[in-house]
């Protein structure tokens, strides 16, 4: 089957717009998590979900980012009113469940100009 | 503060040569210690993983070694090939969150033919 998959693939996106992410976990997998990844860094966590409960969020940077996932399957990660600092990879990885290995995405590499 | 403190930040190594990448954490409750690898454009993958109740595990030419009273770990890739040259990333997670890792900041790994 599919891996998870991540659209779009780049975004380039004005300082001040609102962007959204989208992330298609592997079918089944119960876990999500968000990682953001700057440039020739480790990736860094931002968020994570079991089914469609945001279970923990201590990693967002700011109350500008937001992450949904209404129906326990695909999700959304949104940052309103970029800032060049949020250029960046943003990651998305799923796991069948909280103790099973994690799948990434190739994610979505975000310039902010 | 970073939690994991990964070391050589690049590295090359000839063709059959021994590949050797250090981690180090502080915080004595952490309890899975996985190894990841990543290729340009992609996510990071999965390579091996240990827990703190052994002291090596070996899967094919990759060893992890794991010193719990040091709080080191190390990767050893044995028999390097120019297909290993990618960038590895040493990571740690807790039992109360499997999945949540904190990362370290990679090695960039050239294997010379």
């Known amino acids: 089957g599919a891996g998870v998959s991540q659209s779009p693939r780049y975004k380039v996106a004005k300082r001040g717009q609102d962007v959204a992410l989208r992330c298609d976990p592997i079918s089944g997998h119960v876990s999500l998590f968000w990682y953001q990844q700057a440039l020739g860094q480790g990736p860094e966590f931002l968020t994570y979900?079991?089914?469609?409960?945001?279970?923990?969020k201590s990693g967002l940077p700011s109350d500008r980012f937001f992450a949904e996932r209404p129906e326990g399957s695909v999700s959304t990660l949104k940052i309103q009113r970029t800032q060049q600092e949020d250029s960046a990879v943003y990651l998305c990885?799923?796991?069948?469940?909280?103790?099973?290995?994690?799948?990434f995405g190739n994610g979505t590499r975000l310039t902010v100009t | 503060q970073q939690q994991v403190k990964q070391s050589p930040q690049s590295l090359i190594v000839q063709k059959g040569g021994i590949s050797i990448i250090n981690c180090a954490y502080e915080n004595t409750a952490f309890d899975y210690f996985p190894w990841y690898q990543q290729f340009p454009g992609k996510g990071p993958a999965l390579l091996i993983a240990i827990r703190p109740d052994v002291s090596e595990k070996k899967e094919g030419r990759f060893t992890i070694s794991f010193n719990k009273s040091a709080k080191q770990f190390s990767l050893h890739i044995m028999d390097s090939q120019p297909g290993d040259s990618a960038t590895y990333f040493c990571?740690?997670?807790?039992?109360?969150?499997?999945?949540?890792?904190?990362f370290g900041s990679g090695t960039k790994l050239n294997v010379k033919p």
């Open positions: 979900f079991q089914n469609e409960a945001q279970l923990d």
């Open positions: 990571a740690a997670s807790r039992h109360d969150n499997f999945n949540k890792f904190y």
């Open positions: 990885a799923s796991s069948l469940n909280e103790n099973s290995p994690l799948h």
